[in-house]
């Protein structure tokens, strides 16, 4: 009965995640107790959150693990101190490394292109669209009328009207 | 053409396309035929490369100055005081294998130029311990100096995102190169034989000091 036994393991699984999620749930409320959470750690992550990791790049320096990160929270936090506004701490770390340290790269110069280009594309391919299909289901200019049409043959006919007698039946 | 009967069905006449809707190469075809092939190219270029090359944006500007201890003796090394003179940065660490590989390079290059009065040569020691650093240097021999990246303040100035990295400032304390990786083979001579030769023959800044 492997229905049987597949019912009684997806009933186990949610009776283990419900007492899981009823004992870990004090957890969290710890966890957050213990972290002291200053206006200036606020900061930092808010920053941090912004800048790409130089050697995991595709981990912001909040996320990473690396001593680079690390170091750099720590120089995020200092320039904080030193009263240096985020946008400014931004503007240095874009300095040394360039565009490629901003998680979001800024629009400006060729990077339009990654902002604009897929909607560029779509207004392109719509317009070849429109196009073909305004091609496609246009009128040819000499349609037959009633009277150019070929006469319907004589099986035909006699085949639509056995059609039509028996769908009414 | 035929339906399922036989009968010969009323094949439409070729008329549902007008004569003049034919297919026709326009200029605008071309168009969009070679920015998808760009676009193609592109994409191919990137199969290839380094992803995790940065490109620098530190070439041309002036090089951040710092100050910091000696790895070895724990005397401060000062990067301003050797303004006027054409300088080698080497970012290096204990743990890096290729900083391992170009190091005998980096001796022959010193041996090379260490004569010139206007070339100063200097190790940054990042991320690392200073008894691994300190260990390094006296298996593979230091005859220049190396300065201790305590925080990694000096290496972030220089957005180094990896070792070896290497840095040639010029007379007037502007960086005009960078290498990323191990200086090795043509790297290795196209410092010795071109960039170095042209900058150690520049003039020093007028308001150098």
């Known amino acids: 009965m492997t229905r049987l036994a597949l019912s009684l393991g997806v009933a186990g699984v949610a009776l283990s995640l419900a007492i899981g999620a009823v004992i870990t749930a004090p957890g969290p409320v710890a966890w957050a107790a213990q972290v002291d959470e200053t206006a200036l750690d606020d900061q930092v992550r808010e920053i941090a959150k912004t800048l790409r990791c130089a050697i995991c790049q595709t981990e912001n320096i909040w996320e990473s693990q690396s001593t680079l990160a ?6 995020i936090r200092e320039r904080l101190q030193q009263g240096e506004s985020p946008e400014q701490i931004k503007a240095y770390f874009l300095s040394r490394y360039g565009d490629y340290i901003l998680m979001k790269p800024r629009v400006r ?25 305004s091609r496609w289901t246009a009128a040819p200019p000499d349609a037959g009328t009633a009277d150019s049409l070929t006469p319907l043959n004589e099986p035909s006919r006699r085949r639509i009207e056995d059609e039509l007698r028996s769908f009414d039946k | 053409m035929s339906d399922p009967v036989g009968n010969p069905v009323n094949t439409p006449p070729n008329n549902l396309m007008p004569d003049n809707a034919r297919f026709q190469l326009r200029g605008w075809h071309l168009a969009l035929v070679a920015a998808l092939v760009a676009l193609f190219l592109l994409f191919y270029k990137g199969l ?37 003179k054409v300088v080698l940065l080497n970012f290096w660490a204990s743990w890096c294998q290729e900083c391992r590989i170009e190091h005998e390079n980096l001796l022959a290059l010193y041996g090379q130029f260490r004569s010139n009065p206007d070339f100063v040569m200097m190790g940054v020691n990042y991320q690392d311990k200073l008894d691994d650093a300190r260990h390094y240097l006296e298996v593979y021999g230091s005859p220049f100096q190396h300065v201790r990246d305590f925080k990694g303040t000096i290496s972030i100035d220089y957005g180094v995102y990896g070792v070896p990295e290497t840095f040639i400032i010029d007379k007037q304390g502007v960086i005009r190169h960078k290498q990323i990786g191990p200086i090795v083979g043509p790297t290795y001579t196209l410092l010795t034989d071109k960039v170095l030769p042209t900058l150690l023959q520049g003039a020093a800044a007028p308001n150098a000091s």
């Open chain 1, 70 to 75: 690390a170091q750099m929270r720590q120089i």
């Open chain 1, 109 to 133: 110069g060729w990077n339009w292109l990654i902002w604009a280009g897929p909607f560029v594309l779509l207004l392109i391919g719509g317009l070849l669209l429109s196009r073909t299909l």
């Open chain 2, 48 to 84: 290839w490369g380094d992803p995790s090359a940065i490109p620098t944006v530190l070439i041309g500007t002036t090089a951040p100055t710092f100050v910091g201890p000696d790895v070895v003796n724990g005397s401060t090394i000062d990067l301003a005081q050797y303004r006027g």
